[in-house]
């Protein structure tokens, strides 16, 4: 027996002096966050705990069981028996529901001598283990992610969610660098297959987790990420060199142990490389557990064994054995025994036979305490159920979902594809395979642009000529793959014949191919290199195809990093580099750290506009730094109550027409230098000369310096004394000489526009040199754009900005492109046309002139105004395209006549001068903040200096025109301050 000492301790000399030392000891990022690890330190709680067990109560608290909260009162009974006669340290729960393990969790701290330690193996947050629960990115789609402070906030966060349900130890990170495709075990639990990324994102995940003080446990030692076999079911051996263990698989461990990580889990693994004994597990190894992790690699929390009622541990082992030789291991913590009472008095016996020194026990013991003492357990206090699902999925878990999930979206190929661009040039088709709900990522698609979707089953065949029929008319194809396995079993999850279909639509037409998966899947794809572009999303939850969708448009800026190699797309590497957000992002009030509440003032303030009776229903959206944070409808179409508002609805915008068309289109011109606004207005119109309007500057027109009255009813002169159509001024049906629409079956005659203009060129000027409000001058401007456009209004803002910017709800005569269930009704109108106006434009002004006109007449919803907002904070460009020079924006946002008390600019308003003087906005909009209201109840109103732009649509003058309550309750400024209040307390 010595000489076998002897040669065993040479064995171990060799060796250490043989292994290849560390090259680099620290990752490039670390965070100093956490607390320190669990020190051996004097504690009267400890010492008075240790002192109070006997031998057989210290061997217990080395163990931690599994439990489930998804069983019968008759579980419950048989665990609290065990717990009460048994005395466990601690316990490790498995499937269930957060209210139940919690009140499961509470329920055995009552009963038990020492509280228990509560683990949990959420290596994804609780949503792994526990329903009802926030999911974030499994592990590889984080590797994904090159901001690491993201998985610090994910290990925070995880953190308080494990702090809330009373966990103290979470079996995570996996620390495992996955280097083989076909790993069936752990694959996607790895960051990847680069070892400084795993340590980097290790590294992160557990300080943030151990700032809550939550144990963070790496695992598998000695590193289980390039094996074959799963030892849940086997051992898995481990070939490869001591040199090249020490320089892949224990590169991520060494850093983490330096960066004082509290826990690392030994794995079911045989080594023969580090110990050739027998193919011995390395959570059996003393070789691996107490001299190479221990004593060579310094580490000084605490060892926990992987379960030991895996099969890759008890194949070959003896309960009881298993946890004696585990304990010999070096191992502190032994999971899951095959037979708790069993593996006590096996452990008992060992002392009594001295192969196990007591000593070794009361050491363990003190550590494990001391871990309690750390992890809160001295001052225990049983948390509430109350509230508890909500509050594990807060704030916090919500924002690091979606900021995960937008930086894991890796752009893997991109042949200047993404974003998407030329949306008035392209008609798009989207065919989602492998899923029979990807609704989520068809309607966020369609919030950019028209896309036309189709749910493609493999299992109908794959018919060549029909799908070339149906590819015919499209220049652009997006494939979203979904369905696909997070392990290498077939193929992936991707079927031969999805496979034959991806290859012919690429072969076929330019196809964007979104991978919704395991990127290892691609290697059964031989068309992937050559697709438009590639974009790999990862998951295939809700959140993940709506972030996806706003990825290909440019709604999120494209970071990602591929974490394996597939194919000849190699780790580590962006192909493409970074793709910058151009377009809205869809977020939510999360990503300020705001709850689903935080604006429960503004939905208050709708909801009592809509009982109020002061309009009918509204939609309203709010967006922040890019991102649409705010995005509801509320109420009906009309007070019978029969049509919710929804957010494809379309409002009559009334003089936001004003700046959405009119000055939109001249600051335009004025980029190309076909138009300048300090001209006088006779330079455009000439047919003015002569006329006491000769003078007027197109500035004054613009600022409503002109003096020119607010309005004139033309429509009346088109009236008999008593109210009644004239018959020669009006047919119900169209013709060449009655070709104004004006109403359902109501044609005006063609030659009244020329009365129109003569009459507001004859009508003289009201308040010379005076602000003073008038549509009038916006007549003229239509009519100026449209002779230095040869084209008209409407056609030329359709094809020069709507139509390019994605604005598919926007422009003038809806019904042209929409069905009237879609558009909402403005007005019972008993005084002009007799008739409901739904569809027609509301404006008798505009009506006369057919509809389109400078000053109204145009139709949208909240989101396409958004994106117009958003155009113009950005001050001309968006979708990565120019529209107009920010000179020429500034120039016409810029009070032009404020020493003459006019707060106005060129085409838009402005906030009041003096905060004495009534304004068109909320008292917090800031003085550079522009934007415009409408007679139907409308708003648009950008703030530079917030990087805001709030719109609120209505219907408020249905039935009756005369309903100004939304206006004496100032709904839509109350609503502006609301949002101005939360974002900026």
């Not at 449209?786 to 390019?804: E, G, I, P």
């Amino acid at each position: 027996m010595r000489l076998l000492s002897k040669i065993f301790i040479l064995f171990l000399l060799l060796f250490f002096l043989t292994g290849q030392p560390f090259k680099e000891r620290h990752s490039s990022f670390t965070f100093k966050e956490f607390g320190p690890p669990i020190k051996v330190q004097e504690s009267a709680w400890v010492d008075s705990v240790l002192n109070s067990l006997n031998l057989r109560q210290r061997i217990a608290q080395l163990f931690m069981i599994d439990v489930y909260s998804n069983q019968n009162k008759a579980y419950l009974n048989r665990l609290k028996k065990q717990i009460t006669e048994l005395q466990p340290g601690g316990l490790v729960f498995m499937k269930g529901t957060p209210t139940a393990q919690l009140n499961i969790t509470n329920t055995l701290q009552q009963i038990t001598q020492v509280p228990l330690f509560i683990g949990i193996d959420a290596e994804t947050g609780l949503a792994m283990r526990l329903d009802s629960l926030i999911a974030l990115p499994k592990p590889m789609a984080v590797g994904a992610v090159q901001d690491d402070q993201l998985v610090f906030e994910m290990g925070e966060a995880v953190g308080l969610q494990c702090q809330r349900m009373g966990i103290h130890i979470n079996f995570a990170p996996v620390l495992d660098v996955n280097n083989n495709p076909d790993n069936p075990i752990i694959n996607y639990r790895s960051y990847g297959e680069d070892k400084r990324n795993v340590a980097r994102k290790g590294l992160a995940y557990v300080s943030g987790m151990q700032s809550q003080q939550v144990i963070a446990v790496g695992k598998h030692f000695p590193g289980h990420g390039d094996t074959h076999t799963d030892s849940h079911e086997t051992l898995p051996v481990i070939r490869h060199s001591k040199e090249r263990l020490f320089d892949i698989e224990l590169y991520p461990f060494k850093n983490l142990i330096d960066n004082e990580i509290i826990g690392i889990m030994t794995g079911h693994i045989a080594v023969p490389s580090l110990d050739s004994g027998n193919y011995r597990p390395a959570s059996l190894s003393p070789i691996i557990v107490q001299h190479l992790l221990k004593n060579r690699m310094g580490f000084k929390g605490l060892v926990f064994t992987d379960a030991l009622n895996m099969r890759g541990v008890t194949r070959d082992q003896v309960p009881g054995e298993i946890e004696v030789q585990a304990l010999l291991a070096g191992n502190d913590v032994l999971l899951f025994p095959t037979n708790l009472e069993l593996a006590i008095n096996a452990i008992e016996k060992a002392v009594a036979d001295k192969r196990i020194p007591e000593s070794l026990i009361n050491q363990k013991c003190k550590t494990i305490l001391q871990a309690k003492l750390w992890s809160g357990l001295a001052s225990y206090k049983s948390p509430t159920t109350q509230n508890l699902v909500m509050e594990i999925n807060g704030t916090k878990i919500k924002k690091n979902q979606r900021l995960l999930t937008e930086a894991l979206q890796t752009l893997v190929y991109n042949h200047n594809t993404i974003p998407i661009s030329g949306l008035d040039k392209k008609r798009i088709l989207c065919i989602a395979q492998g899923t029979a709900n990807a609704s989520p990522y068809f309607t966020q698609l369609n919030q950019y642009a028209r896309v036309d979707t189709l749910l493609l089953s493999s299992a109908l065949g794959f018919n060549k000529k029909e799908l070339n029929e149906l590819l015919a008319p499209y220049q652009l194809i997006i494939v979203g793959q979904f369905g696909l396995s997070e392990v290498p079993g077939r193929q992936f999850g991707i079927s031969s014949a999805e496979l034959e279909v991806i290859n012919h639509l690429i072969a076929s037409k330019p196809v964007i191919l979104n991978w919704f998966g395991n990127p290892y899947g691609l290697k059964y794809l031989e068309s992937a290199d050559k697709a438009a572009a590639l974009l790999v999303s990862f998951g295939n939850t809700k959140i993940d195809q709506e972030i996806a969708a706003q990825a290909l448009f440019g709604g999120v800026q494209l970071s990602g990093i591929l974490p394996v190699s597939v194919r000849n797309f190699k780790a580590g590497s962006v192909l493409s580099g970074n793709v910058q957000q151009v377009r809205l992002n869809y977020a939510g009030p999360e990503v300020f750290d705001l709850d689903e509440k935080a604006f429960s003032k503004v939905d208050s303030l709708a909801q009592f506009a809509i009982d109020t009776g002061a309009t009918p229903g509204c939609q309203i959206i709010y967006v922040k730094d890019g991102r649409v944070i705010y995005n509801k409808c509320f109420g009906y179409h009309t007070y019978t109550k029969k049509q919710a508002v929804k957010p494809g609805d379309i409002y009559d915008l009334a003089s936001v027409t004003k700046i959405a068309a009119t000055t939109l289109a001249l600051v335009k011109l004025t980029s190309e230098q076909k138009f300048d606004p300090s001209f006088r207005l006779i330079q455009y119109l000439p047919e003015l000369e002569g006329t006491d309007k000769d003078k007027i500057k197109i500035s004054q027109l613009l600022a409503h310096q002109a003096g020119l009255k607010s309005w004139i009813p033309f429509y009346r002169n088109t009236l008999d004394s008593l109210g009644k159509i004239k018959p020669e001024w009006y047919r119900n049906q169209r013709t060449d000489s009655f070709n104004i629409p004006v109403a359902r079956d109501l044609y005006l005659k063609q030659s009244f526009v020329d009365s129109v203009f003569k009459s507001i060129a004859d009508t003289p000027l009201y308040h010379k040199n005076r602000y003073f409000y008038s549509d009038l001058g916006f007549y003229w401007l239509g009519k100026i754009i449209r002779n230095l456009t040869a084209d008209s209004l409407q056609n030329y803002v359709q094809s020069n900005f709507y139509s390019k910017l994605g604005m598919q709800h926007t422009g003038y005569f809806p019904l042209q492109r929409f069905n009237p269930d879609r558009i909402v009704p403005t007005e019972n109108d008993l005084f002009f046309r007799k008739q409901v106006i739904h569809g027609y434009v509301h404006d008798q002004g505009a009506a006369v002139l057919g509809g389109a006109a400078g000053h109204a007449g145009l139709f949208s919803n909240t989101n396409d105004m958004a994106i117009l907002g958003q155009l113009f904070l950005n001050k001309g460009t968006y979708g990565g395209e120019n529209y107009f020079s920010p000179r020429s924006f500034e120039l016409f946002t810029r009070p032009y006549f404020s020493r003459r008390h006019n707060r106005r600019a060129l085409g838009f308003d402005k906030p009041a001068l003096k905060t004495s003087d009534p304004g068109p906005t909320s008292a917090s909009a800031s003085p550079e903040s522009f934007g415009h209201s409408g007679f139907t109840g409308t708003f648009l109103w950008v703030d530079p200096q917030n990087q805001s732009v709030y719109v609120f649509l209505s219907n408020r003058t249905f039935p009756n025109a005369e309903n100004k309550l939304l206006l004496d309750l100032n709904i839509r400024t109350e609503i502006q301050q609301a949002f101005y209040d939360v974002l900026q307390h």
